[in-house]
């Protein structure tokens, strides 16, 4: 299929799972109705960002995935037609977990589940507390509309990951997210923090020569304030949609996925990389 509608659904918390779900189902139904084909919720979509503080009692918030979320939501794909990507708090078992994105195809189907790899340990961000590295790899899947790929938040810092999906065949990366400012730091360093964020993520766009979509939380959720600003990137890592700073909306994102294969035809950066090169890569750091 060489067109596409993506809708990015950039949503806040709620105050319980139950209510997070219903209201995203109806967010869901309003971009299937406005002609998303493939829907992307957030991070963590139906808790808060609870990663905030240390709490063993936050882990209760955890499900199995597929578990009832994704039981909830796969009627709800097929009945509307529409790919949903699912980004949930999976307990896999005692004492572990992960921080996962289903994705489930437009006939119902849960195709499978992605891993967040790369998990960060800032003030206000404590995810490795809660988090086990992914260790599915990285993942695509060919989905009604297209073969997407799908990443994780702070998955966003790394070329690698979006590379290595890219190769797979991924047209379209989706990065579900929950990214904001501490208020400490907002007024020296907000403007520069977004941009670093927006940048590194239009350049995996122009690199790997694909659609790129990042989907953001909004709202303040005790000292964090989620920064919105969902976009998606065409293969020339230009903004053709970018939702507001604060504003809870669905981004509804016409792309033509023929543009993927006519880029790389211009600038086959695929052809031209020296894989004979690049083994060093596999070191943590090149000490001499």
Not at 220 to 237: D, I, K
Request: charged fraction near 25%; proline fraction near 6%; aromatic fraction near 12%.
């Amino acid at each position: 299929m060489a067109k596409v509608t993506l809708g990015l659904v950039q949503s806040r918390a709620f105050s319980s799972k139950e209510e997070s779900v219903q209201q995203h189902e109806r967010l869901i139904r309003d971009a299937a109705a406005r002609g998303a084909q493939i829907v992307c919720l957030q991070e963590l979509f139906n808790t808060p960002y609870f990663c905030i503080t240390q709490d063993t009692e936050l882990f209760n918030l955890a499900e199995p995935v597929p578990g009832p979320t994704t039981d909830r939501l796969a009627p709800l794909a097929k009945e509307l037609g529409v790919v949903i990507i699912v980004p949930l708090f999976e307990k896999r078992g005692p004492g572990l977990y992960h921080n996962t994105a289903a994705v489930i195809d437009a006939d119902g189907t849960v195709l499978g589940k992605y891993r967040k790899m790369h998990i960060p340990q800032d003030p206000g961000f404590e995810e490795k507390f809660y988090f086990t590295p992914g260790d599915l790899g990285y993942r695509v899947w060919d989905t009604k509309f297209g073969r997407i790929g799908v990443l994780i938040c702070w998955d966003q810092w790394y070329p690698e990951a979006a590379r290595l999906t890219a190769l797979m065949g991924a047209e379209i990366l989706f990065y579900p997210t929950a990214i904001g400012w501490l208020p400490s730091e907002k007024a020296a360093l907000g403007a520069a923090q977004h941009c670093a964020w927006e940048t590194v993520q239009r350049g995996h766009a122009v690199a790997n020569g694909c659609y790129l979509a990042a989907v953001n939380r909004v709202g303040t959720e005790q000292q964090s304030e989620f920064w919105g600003q969902s976009f998606v990137a065409n293969p020339y890592g230009e903004i053709v949609a970018k939702a507001s700073v604060s504003d809870e909306e669905i981004l509804i994102v016409p792309c033509d996925l023929s543009a993927v294969e006519d880029f790389r035809r211009i600038w086959p950066f695929f052809r031209d990389r020296r894989i004979d090169t690049y083994a060093p890569l596999t070191k943590r750091y090149i000490d001499e």
